[in-house]
């Protein structure tokens, strides 16, 4: 019964015109809110996060973290090996995707598309989903005013929460032009960017679309060049994910490392990934989709908190393209620890959960992905969160042994071997950071050999998630914009 309210719904929200739609948004607030939250979840079951963990699964992390203990109590040497094994096949996987990135012959990964002429630029939607964002919103409003692309192609969506009006002040105080449209969403949980990019969804004329954050502020000609490599593609290509990097690189040491990491994997390891063939998990902002192809793959999952991530992996696993292209959206970097922990947390708790949510029925992941995709999903999205976690643990282990304590004579000659791997390791992350530091013209780029310092920060956030995904799986811990804190 709510599948059908919801298809009726979803079907009068796409047939009316903008004063109809905020009419029905206001007399059917609570079908529109539910197909909002669990639409995505009524469609593909199987791949929402809000089904939880397969009895498999539960299974297997009790029996691992038995194994563990026993482990650590009886041959601990052994613990050590194994953590410094994942943690260097993590690292080496991302030395082989960031080589792969790098241009060929000093010469860019593909030509540049061919522009598509004003009068055949398809109608394009963007998405803006703003919650107490009243101190930046405005200025992305006045730069997607400046949009490079014709205004009668044009609509722009800010969705902002009823409960939420110092947003919508901000949007109208900067005098937006005719195609920016304010909608309030309707009430309902869970309060998440997905839910409200879900509604967007349902109410977007658009043939392309396109989610910007609100701190965002992207190439005033990103969509043109992304309706080229549209054009220029078959139908198969589902998303473009542009470039992200930082605009407050050089605020604080933290700014340095965050907008370095960013310029590793925006500029070089997405372009290798895409290069090899792999799954590109997306970043939450300037992903490019075909709209009609969004709405075939049932738009995102409301209750997973890296959305981007799980439908990057889903375009993957549902037979459709992913590539990047090096237009970029400038954002703001994170210079304050707590809110960088928060919000490292959400990532890693959404990596898991997306793992989780794709690995419930193992022939059928395998069948889906391959072994490039699989690389993608266990090594680098759930490599990211699960190296994050066991290396505190490798760290006292790996201590203990160079202290000279609790080690058998066998065991001790596996220690040499262990440290050698892990420095390997951390000199390999360094060097790929360093060489994305440069090529993206980041000041200072020697700030990668600091890289450890934040990877601490990491090991913080990862424990948190786990203690978040047995606790509070669905909690969004927001991330704050424009704040200018160091703490």
Known sequence: MAET????????????GAGEQDRILRERAAAVAGLMAD??????????????????QLAALAAAGAAALAGLAAAPMAVLALLT??????????????????PRGGRPARAEDVPVPDAELPFYTVLVPAYEEAGVIGGLVRHLAALDYPPDRLEVLVLVERHDPGTARAVLAADPPPFVRLVCLPPGAPQTKPR????????????LLVVF??????????LRRVAARFAARGERLACVQAQLLFHNADGNWLTRQFAMEYALRFTLELPGMVRLGMPVPLGGTSNHFRTATLRALGGWDAWNVTEDADLGMRCAALGHRTETIGSVTWEEALGAVRPYVRQRTRWFKGFLLTTVVH??????T????????????????????VTSFVQPLLAVLTLIGLCGLSWSPAGA???????????????????ITFTAARRAGLGAPWHALLAPLSSVLWWWAAWRAVHQLVFSRFTWEKTPHGTGSTF
Do not use: M
């Open 359 to 364: 690995t419930r029925h193992p022939r059928r």
């Open 366 to 385: 395998v069948r889906r992905f391959g072994v490039r995709g699989l690389l993608t999903l266990l090594g680098i999205v759930a490599g990211a969160a």
């Open 5 to 16: 309210v919801g298809t009726d719904v979803a079907g009068e929200l796409a047939r009316a």
């Open 85 to 102: 094994a994942i943690v260097t096949a993590y690292s080496l996987l991302h030395v082989v995707v960031t080589v792969a990135g790098l």
């Open 413 to 431: 000659g596996l220690l040499l071997p262990c440290v050698a791997a892990q420095a390997l390791s951390a000199l390999a992350w360094t060097a």
């Open 213 to 222: 954050d609100a701190e965002d502020r992207p190439d005033p000609g990103q």
């Open 39 to 56: 639409g995505f979840g009524r469609r593909y079951p199987e791949l929402a996060a809000k089904s939880g963990f397969a009895r498999w």
């Open 196 to 207: 409200s990019v879900n509604l967007g969804l349902l109410l977007a004329r658009g043939e």
